[in-house]
């Protein structure tokens, strides 16, 4: 009679693949978090400051189409962009203020 090959032998086998895998899956993430860095801090707020005077020249270009509309649709729509734009320009200002704040202070 042929002997039989144990079943557990298998399991443990198994049981290494499925390890090597994970392990193989989790080394590009872990080395990428490593190798992240923040951009340098001239270049964040000036991005900041970029995008700020865009979403303010949008602010005020949609306040005016929306004031000199004669249409009532066209006008809700252009203030509803108007509040948004000013939403994300508030949003920016305090950006900002957090990198000017935060740069002074060692962390």
Do not use: C, D, H, Y
């Amino acid at each position: 009679m042929p002997a039989k090959k144990k079943r557990t032998s298998s399991k443990v086998k198994g049981t290494k693949r499925r390890l090597k895998r994970t392990s193989k899956a989790a080394g590009p993430v872990a080395s990428a978090r490593a190798n992240l860095q923040l951009a340098p801090k001239s270049r964040r707020i000036s991005f900041v400051i970029k995008n700020l005077v865009l979403f303010a020249v949008l602010f005020v270009v949609s306040v005016v189409i929306a004031s000199v509309s004669n249409n009532e649709i066209v006008e809700q729509l252009f203030w509803i962009l108007a509040i948004l734009t000013a939403f994300v320009a508030v949003a920016l200002v305090i950006v900002l203020l957090v990198f000017i704040f935060a740069g002074r202070r060692k962390i």
